[in-house]
Protein backbone atom coordinates (compact mmCIF):
# COMPACT_ATOMS: atom_id res chain seq x y z
CA UNK A 1 0.00 0.00 0.00
CA UNK A 2 1.32 3.27 -0.63
CA UNK A 3 1.28 6.22 1.23
CA UNK A 4 -0.85 8.30 -1.54
CA UNK A 5 -3.87 6.46 -0.64
CA UNK A 6 -4.61 7.43 2.98
CA UNK A 7 -6.83 10.40 3.38
CA UNK A 8 -4.62 12.49 4.84
CA UNK A 9 -3.99 16.40 5.17
CA UNK A 10 -2.21 17.43 2.02
CA UNK A 11 0.30 19.68 3.52
CA UNK A 12 0.92 16.09 5.77
CA UNK A 13 1.35 14.23 2.19
CA UNK A 14 3.33 16.46 1.03
CA UNK A 15 5.47 16.21 4.18
CA UNK A 16 5.65 12.01 3.94
CA UNK A 17 6.49 12.66 0.09
CA UNK A 18 9.48 14.81 0.86
CA UNK A 19 10.76 12.36 3.90
CA UNK A 20 10.71 10.09 0.96
CA UNK A 21 8.07 7.67 2.35
CA UNK A 22 6.49 6.02 -0.49
CA UNK A 23 5.26 2.04 0.31
CA UNK A 24 4.17 1.51 3.73
CA UNK A 25 5.60 -1.21 6.19
CA UNK A 26 3.23 -3.87 7.57
CA UNK A 27 3.43 -2.67 10.80
CA UNK A 28 2.58 1.18 9.50
CA UNK A 29 -0.32 -0.12 7.20
CA UNK A 30 -1.84 -2.29 10.34
CA UNK A 31 -1.37 0.81 12.70
CA UNK A 32 -2.75 3.49 10.46
CA UNK A 33 -5.86 1.98 8.91
CA UNK A 34 -6.52 1.72 13.19
CA UNK A 35 -5.13 4.35 14.65
CA UNK A 36 -6.52 6.97 11.67
CA UNK A 37 -9.79 6.27 13.21
CA UNK A 38 -8.99 7.24 16.78
CA UNK A 39 -8.95 4.06 17.55
CA UNK A 40 -6.39 2.84 20.53
CA UNK A 41 -3.82 0.35 19.51
CA UNK A 42 -1.24 -1.89 21.42
CA UNK A 43 1.22 -2.91 18.35
CA UNK A 44 4.11 -5.71 18.84
CA UNK A 45 6.99 -3.58 16.96
CA UNK A 46 10.42 -5.04 15.75
CA UNK A 47 12.94 -2.40 15.88
CA UNK A 48 13.51 -1.15 12.07
CA UNK A 49 9.79 -1.43 11.14
CA UNK A 50 8.66 1.91 11.02
CA UNK A 51 6.35 2.32 13.77
CA UNK A 52 8.29 5.96 14.57
CA UNK A 53 6.44 7.40 11.62
CA UNK A 54 3.48 5.56 12.22
CA UNK A 55 2.36 6.90 15.65
CA UNK A 56 4.16 10.50 14.12
CA UNK A 57 1.81 9.95 11.32
CA UNK A 58 -1.06 9.47 13.49
CA UNK A 59 -0.44 12.17 15.89
CA UNK A 60 0.03 14.98 13.39
CA UNK A 61 -2.95 14.00 10.90
CA UNK A 62 -5.14 14.22 13.75
CA UNK A 63 -3.67 17.76 15.52
CA UNK A 64 -3.80 18.94 11.37
CA UNK A 65 -8.02 18.88 11.96
CA UNK A 66 -7.70 21.52 14.62
CA UNK A 67 -6.29 25.29 14.63
CA UNK A 68 -4.03 25.60 17.47
CA UNK A 69 -6.20 26.80 20.07
CA UNK A 70 -8.44 24.19 19.90
CA UNK A 71 -5.76 21.43 19.84
CA UNK A 72 -5.02 18.64 22.49
CA UNK A 73 -1.45 17.83 22.79
CA UNK A 74 0.25 14.24 22.13
CA UNK A 75 2.49 12.81 25.23
CA UNK A 76 5.20 10.21 23.83
CA UNK A 77 6.82 8.67 27.06
CA UNK A 78 10.39 6.85 25.77
CA UNK A 79 12.99 4.73 28.35
CA UNK A 80 16.07 6.49 27.20
CA UNK A 81 17.42 10.01 26.17
CA UNK A 82 18.53 8.48 23.10
CA UNK A 83 15.32 7.40 21.55
CA UNK A 84 13.71 10.39 22.70
CA UNK A 85 16.11 12.60 20.37
CA UNK A 86 15.99 9.98 17.34
CA UNK A 87 11.89 10.98 17.86
CA UNK A 88 12.30 14.24 18.33
CA UNK A 89 14.78 14.25 15.00
CA UNK A 90 11.86 12.21 12.81
CA UNK A 91 9.43 14.46 14.24
CA UNK A 92 11.13 17.28 12.78
CA UNK A 93 11.59 16.16 9.88
CA UNK A 94 8.29 15.37 8.81
CA UNK A 95 7.38 18.82 10.74
CA UNK A 96 9.08 21.05 8.12
CA UNK A 97 6.05 22.81 6.80
CA UNK A 98 3.60 21.60 9.06
CA UNK A 99 3.64 24.37 12.11
CA UNK A 100 3.37 22.22 14.67
CA UNK A 101 5.18 22.76 17.73
CA UNK A 102 7.66 20.31 19.03
CA UNK A 103 9.76 19.57 22.80
CA UNK A 104 12.23 17.55 24.02
CA UNK A 105 12.42 16.76 27.68
CA UNK A 106 15.01 14.20 29.42
CA UNK A 107 17.09 14.26 32.57
CA UNK A 108 21.16 14.34 32.00
CA UNK A 109 21.36 17.75 30.86
CA UNK A 110 19.99 21.61 32.14
CA UNK A 111 16.94 23.08 32.18
CA UNK A 112 16.79 26.67 30.59
CA UNK A 113 16.72 24.83 26.72
CA UNK A 114 13.71 22.41 27.87
CA UNK A 115 12.19 25.38 29.87
CA UNK A 116 12.64 27.35 26.18
CA UNK A 117 10.67 24.46 24.20
CA UNK A 118 7.84 24.81 27.02
CA UNK A 119 7.53 28.55 26.46
CA UNK A 120 6.85 28.10 22.90
CA UNK A 121 3.76 26.07 23.70
CA UNK A 122 4.35 22.75 22.47
CA UNK A 123 2.03 20.26 20.51
CA UNK A 124 3.88 17.39 20.88
CA UNK A 125 5.96 16.31 24.17
CA UNK A 126 8.24 13.47 23.89
CA UNK A 127 10.57 13.12 27.04
CA UNK A 128 11.88 9.85 29.59
CA UNK A 129 9.94 9.62 32.62
CA UNK A 130 12.07 11.15 35.14
CA UNK A 131 12.30 14.47 33.55
CA UNK A 132 8.62 14.58 32.27
CA UNK A 133 7.55 14.38 36.17
CA UNK A 134 10.44 16.27 36.82
CA UNK A 135 8.80 19.30 34.93
CA UNK A 136 5.34 18.18 35.66
CA UNK A 137 6.06 18.62 39.74
CA UNK A 138 7.85 22.08 39.22
CA UNK A 139 3.75 22.91 37.21
CA UNK A 140 6.30 23.74 34.02
CA UNK A 141 3.86 21.05 31.90
CA UNK A 142 0.42 19.96 32.41
CA UNK A 143 -0.49 16.34 31.22
CA UNK A 144 -4.59 17.30 31.24
CA UNK A 145 -4.15 19.11 28.49
CA UNK A 146 -2.88 15.88 26.61
CA UNK A 147 -5.62 14.34 24.36
CA UNK A 148 -2.58 11.71 22.93
CA UNK A 149 -0.46 9.08 24.60
CA UNK A 150 2.12 7.30 23.05
CA UNK A 151 4.23 4.94 25.32
CA UNK A 152 6.92 3.43 23.29
CA UNK A 153 9.30 0.81 24.05
CA UNK A 154 7.24 -0.31 27.07
CA UNK A 155 9.18 -3.39 27.75
CA UNK A 156 12.04 -1.68 28.14
CA UNK A 157 10.64 0.69 29.75
CA UNK A 158 8.89 -1.92 32.63
CA UNK A 159 13.14 -3.47 32.16
CA UNK A 160 14.43 -0.57 33.42
CA UNK A 161 11.89 0.24 36.08
CA UNK A 162 9.61 3.17 34.94
CA UNK A 163 6.35 1.27 35.77
CA UNK A 164 5.90 3.03 38.48
CA UNK A 165 6.82 6.74 37.06
CA UNK A 166 4.16 5.75 34.16
CA UNK A 167 1.60 5.06 36.64
CA UNK A 168 1.95 8.51 37.72
CA UNK A 169 2.33 10.23 34.40
CA UNK A 170 -1.05 8.69 32.78
CA UNK A 171 -2.66 9.47 36.41
CA UNK A 172 -2.15 13.07 35.48
CA UNK A 173 -3.57 12.87 32.33
CA UNK A 174 -7.14 12.96 30.71
CA UNK A 175 -9.34 9.59 31.64
CA UNK A 176 -8.37 7.18 28.89
CA UNK A 177 -11.95 7.62 27.39
CA UNK A 178 -11.06 10.81 26.36
CA UNK A 179 -7.55 10.35 24.88
CA UNK A 180 -6.02 8.27 21.95
CA UNK A 181 -3.38 6.13 23.32
CA UNK A 182 -0.79 3.61 21.41
CA UNK A 183 1.66 1.40 23.00
CA UNK A 184 4.56 -0.34 21.10
CA UNK A 185 6.68 -2.95 22.49
CA UNK A 186 9.26 -5.31 20.98
CA UNK A 187 6.69 -8.05 22.75
CA UNK A 188 3.46 -8.08 23.95
CA UNK A 189 3.99 -10.42 26.89
CA UNK A 190 1.49 -10.68 29.76
CA UNK A 191 3.00 -7.49 31.59
CA UNK A 192 2.71 -5.10 28.46
CA UNK A 193 -0.99 -6.52 27.80
CA UNK A 194 -1.57 -5.71 31.16
CA UNK A 195 -0.41 -2.37 30.84
CA UNK A 196 -2.50 -1.90 27.66
CA UNK A 197 -5.66 -2.90 29.14
CA UNK A 198 -5.23 -0.88 32.71
CA UNK A 199 -3.83 2.63 30.11
CA UNK A 200 -5.83 1.99 26.81
CA UNK A 201 -9.46 2.54 25.61
CA UNK A 202 -10.25 -1.20 24.41
CA UNK A 203 -7.35 -1.15 22.37
CA UNK A 204 -6.72 -3.15 18.62
CA UNK A 205 -3.92 -6.10 19.51
CA UNK A 206 -1.38 -5.46 16.45
CA UNK A 207 1.01 -8.40 16.59
CA UNK A 208 3.94 -9.49 14.28
CA UNK A 209 3.86 -13.29 13.57
CA UNK A 210 6.95 -15.02 14.30
CA UNK A 211 8.41 -15.74 10.37
CA UNK A 212 8.16 -11.62 10.79
CA UNK A 213 10.96 -11.47 13.33
CA UNK A 214 14.18 -10.73 11.29
CA UNK A 215 14.25 -8.42 8.51
CA UNK A 216 14.84 -10.13 5.01
CA UNK A 217 17.31 -7.98 4.02
CA UNK A 218 20.03 -8.78 6.79
CA UNK A 219 22.14 -11.93 6.21
CA UNK A 220 23.20 -13.77 9.23
CA UNK A 221 26.33 -16.02 9.79
CA UNK A 222 26.65 -18.21 12.64
CA UNK A 223 30.46 -18.88 13.64
CA UNK A 224 31.24 -22.22 16.18
CA UNK A 225 34.38 -21.16 17.91
CA UNK A 226 35.56 -21.89 21.50
CA UNK A 227 35.50 -18.91 24.28
CA UNK A 228 39.13 -19.20 24.28
CA UNK A 229 39.91 -18.01 20.98
CA UNK A 230 36.98 -16.28 20.04
CA UNK A 231 38.43 -12.65 20.22
CA UNK A 232 41.03 -14.22 17.21
CA UNK A 233 38.32 -15.40 14.91
CA UNK A 234 36.56 -11.79 15.41
CA UNK A 235 39.47 -10.10 14.21
CA UNK A 236 39.95 -12.21 11.58
CA UNK A 237 36.61 -11.44 10.39
CA UNK A 238 37.19 -7.61 11.08
CA UNK A 239 40.31 -8.09 8.77
CA UNK A 240 38.35 -10.34 6.08
CA UNK A 241 35.07 -7.96 5.50
CA UNK A 242 36.98 -4.46 6.47
CA UNK A 243 33.50 -2.76 7.67
CA UNK A 244 32.88 0.73 7.29
CA UNK A 245 31.33 0.11 11.19
CA UNK A 246 30.10 -2.17 13.04
CA UNK A 247 28.14 -2.57 16.08
CA UNK A 248 29.93 -5.78 18.62
CA UNK A 249 27.29 -6.49 21.22
CA UNK A 250 28.41 -8.14 24.57
CA UNK A 251 26.56 -9.59 27.70
CA UNK A 252 28.60 -7.94 30.43
CA UNK A 253 29.96 -4.41 31.11
CA UNK A 254 32.91 -5.64 32.04
CA UNK A 255 33.67 -7.52 28.10
CA UNK A 256 32.54 -4.28 26.65
CA UNK A 257 35.26 -2.40 28.51
CA UNK A 258 37.58 -5.09 28.19
CA UNK A 259 36.85 -6.15 24.34
CA UNK A 260 37.03 -2.54 23.07
CA UNK A 261 40.63 -1.78 25.02
CA UNK A 262 41.47 -5.48 23.04
CA UNK A 263 40.17 -3.89 20.08
CA UNK A 264 42.01 -0.42 20.47
CA UNK A 265 45.33 -2.88 21.20
CA UNK A 266 45.08 -4.41 17.54
CA UNK A 267 45.14 -1.44 15.93
CA UNK A 268 41.32 -0.79 15.78
CA UNK A 269 39.46 3.20 16.87
CA UNK A 270 36.93 1.35 19.03
CA UNK A 271 34.82 2.73 21.95
CA UNK A 272 32.45 0.74 24.71
CA UNK A 273 28.84 1.70 25.60
CA UNK A 274 27.19 0.38 28.89
CA UNK A 275 23.72 1.43 30.53
CA UNK A 276 25.95 3.34 33.56
CA UNK A 277 28.30 5.65 31.52
CA UNK A 278 26.66 9.14 32.01
CA UNK A 279 24.16 10.27 30.05
CA UNK A 280 26.08 12.73 28.39
CA UNK A 281 28.78 10.39 27.70
CA UNK A 282 26.66 8.17 26.56
CA UNK A 283 25.05 10.56 24.04
CA UNK A 284 28.70 11.57 22.71
CA UNK A 285 29.79 8.05 22.11
CA UNK A 286 26.72 7.65 20.13
CA UNK A 287 26.95 10.85 17.85
CA UNK A 288 30.68 9.97 17.37
CA UNK A 289 29.91 6.41 16.18
CA UNK A 290 27.03 7.90 14.05
CA UNK A 291 29.27 10.84 12.46
CA UNK A 292 31.82 7.94 11.97
CA UNK A 293 34.86 9.67 13.78
CA UNK A 294 35.23 5.77 15.24
CA UNK A 295 33.85 2.45 13.33
CA UNK A 296 33.63 0.01 16.00
CA UNK A 297 31.30 0.07 19.42
CA UNK A 298 31.34 -2.19 21.65
CA UNK A 299 28.30 -2.75 23.58
CA UNK A 300 25.35 -3.82 25.80
CA UNK A 301 22.04 -4.32 25.44
CA UNK A 302 21.06 -0.81 26.56
CA UNK A 303 22.15 -0.11 23.12
CA UNK A 304 19.85 -2.26 21.23
CA UNK A 305 16.65 -0.78 21.35
CA UNK A 306 16.48 2.84 20.16
CA UNK A 307 19.15 3.49 18.59
CA UNK A 308 19.22 4.43 14.71
CA UNK A 309 22.33 4.06 13.20
CA UNK A 310 21.65 4.49 9.14
CA UNK A 311 23.96 2.69 6.93
CA UNK A 312 25.24 0.22 9.34
CA UNK A 313 26.86 -2.19 7.80
CA UNK A 314 27.66 -4.95 10.43
CA UNK A 315 26.50 -6.09 13.86
CA UNK A 316 28.58 -8.88 15.26
CA UNK A 317 26.61 -11.20 18.70
CA UNK A 318 29.87 -11.54 20.59
CA UNK A 319 27.79 -13.30 23.27
CA UNK A 320 24.72 -14.51 22.30
CA UNK A 321 22.36 -12.96 24.20
CA UNK A 322 20.87 -14.26 27.26
CA UNK A 323 16.91 -12.96 26.16
CA UNK A 324 16.08 -14.34 23.52
CA UNK A 325 14.22 -11.46 21.74
CA UNK A 326 17.07 -9.65 22.34
CA UNK A 327 18.85 -11.54 18.60
CA UNK A 328 15.76 -9.45 17.06
CA UNK A 329 16.33 -6.55 18.61
CA UNK A 330 20.44 -6.49 18.21
CA UNK A 331 20.45 -7.53 14.42
CA UNK A 332 17.45 -4.87 13.94
CA UNK A 333 19.86 -2.51 14.20
CA UNK A 334 21.49 -2.94 10.76
CA UNK A 335 19.46 -3.23 7.49
CA UNK A 336 17.00 -0.26 8.66
CA UNK A 337 14.44 1.39 6.29
CA UNK A 338 15.09 -1.64 3.54
CA UNK A 339 19.37 -1.19 3.04
CA UNK A 340 20.84 -4.35 3.51
CA UNK A 341 22.79 -5.51 6.74
CA UNK A 342 25.65 -8.22 7.95
CA UNK A 343 24.73 -9.81 11.89
CA UNK A 344 27.43 -12.32 12.71
CA UNK A 345 26.93 -14.51 15.72
CA UNK A 346 29.85 -15.96 17.49
CA UNK A 347 28.67 -19.37 19.03
CA UNK A 348 30.54 -20.68 21.92
CA UNK A 349 30.72 -24.30 23.75
CA UNK A 350 28.57 -22.79 26.20
CA UNK A 351 25.75 -21.21 24.53
CA UNK A 352 24.37 -24.08 22.83
CA UNK A 353 21.06 -24.11 24.66
CA UNK A 354 20.64 -20.41 23.93
CA UNK A 355 21.25 -20.49 20.18
CA UNK A 356 18.21 -23.20 20.01
CA UNK A 357 15.76 -21.32 21.75
CA UNK A 358 16.63 -17.90 19.27
CA UNK A 359 16.42 -19.87 16.43
CA UNK A 360 13.15 -21.39 17.38
CA UNK A 361 12.03 -17.95 18.01
CA UNK A 362 12.72 -16.50 15.13
CA UNK A 363 11.02 -19.52 13.57
CA UNK A 364 14.69 -20.01 11.23
CA UNK A 365 17.90 -21.91 11.24
CA UNK A 366 20.65 -19.19 11.26
CA UNK A 367 23.13 -20.39 8.25
CA UNK A 368 26.23 -22.01 9.67
CA UNK A 369 29.41 -20.83 7.94
CA UNK A 370 31.96 -23.51 8.69
CA UNK A 371 35.56 -22.25 10.41
CA UNK A 372 38.75 -22.59 9.10
CA UNK A 373 42.45 -21.67 10.54
CA UNK A 374 42.87 -19.15 7.65
CA UNK A 375 39.61 -17.11 9.52
CA UNK A 376 41.88 -16.16 12.50
CA UNK A 377 44.18 -13.60 13.45
CA UNK A 378 47.42 -12.88 15.75
CA UNK A 379 45.46 -11.04 18.92
CA UNK A 380 48.33 -8.16 19.42
CA UNK A 381 46.92 -7.27 23.04
CA UNK A 382 48.89 -9.97 24.78
CA UNK A 383 51.79 -8.13 24.01
CA UNK A 384 50.64 -4.11 24.14
CA UNK A 385 48.75 -4.33 27.05
CA UNK A 386 51.03 -6.55 29.24
CA UNK A 387 51.67 -4.96 32.79
CA UNK A 388 48.17 -2.73 31.88
CA UNK A 389 45.80 -2.85 34.96
CA UNK A 390 42.62 -3.73 33.17
CA UNK A 391 41.05 -4.68 36.60
CA UNK A 392 40.93 -1.19 37.94
CA UNK A 393 38.18 0.94 36.93
CA UNK A 394 39.03 3.27 34.14
CA UNK A 395 38.62 6.82 34.21
CA UNK A 396 39.61 10.13 31.69
CA UNK A 397 38.86 10.06 28.14
CA UNK A 398 42.21 10.92 26.86
CA UNK A 399 43.01 8.27 23.71
CA UNK A 400 39.17 7.32 22.86
CA UNK A 401 39.78 5.41 19.83
CA UNK A 402 43.57 5.37 19.39
CA UNK A 403 44.95 1.76 20.15
CA UNK A 404 46.21 1.53 23.70
CA UNK A 405 44.53 4.30 24.68
CA UNK A 406 42.65 5.03 27.85
CA UNK A 407 38.93 3.87 27.73
CA UNK A 408 36.11 6.14 28.86
CA UNK A 409 35.08 5.94 32.47
CA UNK A 410 32.49 4.07 34.12
CA UNK A 411 32.46 0.36 33.03
CA UNK A 412 29.51 -0.32 34.94
CA UNK A 413 30.64 -1.78 38.63
CA UNK A 414 31.66 -5.13 36.81
CA UNK A 415 35.38 -5.75 36.92
CA UNK A 416 36.86 -6.75 33.91
CA UNK A 417 39.41 -10.16 33.61
CA UNK A 418 42.80 -9.70 32.51
CA UNK A 419 43.49 -10.59 29.31
CA UNK A 420 45.01 -14.26 28.69
Known amino acids: MRFTELD ?36 QSQTGTGKTAAFLITLFAHMLKHRKSARRKALIIVPTRELAVQIQGEALLLNRALGLEIGCFYGGVGYAAQLAQIKAGPDLIIGTPGRLLDLAEKKRLDFKECGFLVIDEADRLFDMGFLPDLRDLVRQMPERTRRQSMLFSATLNKLSRRVAEAYLNDPAFIEVTPDQMTVDTISQELYRVGSHIKLNLLLGLLARRTPRNVLIFTNMKHTAFLLAKQLQANGYKARFLNGDLPQSERLEIIEGFMADRFPIL ?9 LHIDDLEMVVNYDIPQDIENYVHRIG ?3 RAGATGLAIT ?5 TADQLEAIEKFIGQKIPEVPVTSDMFARDMSLERLAGQDLERRPSGRRGHGRPGGRSPRGTGGGRPRRSR
Open 346 to 350: LASEK
Open 8 to 43: LDPRLQQAIADRGYVELTSVQELTLATSLQGQDVAV
Open 298 to 306: VATDVASRG
Open 333 to 335: RTA
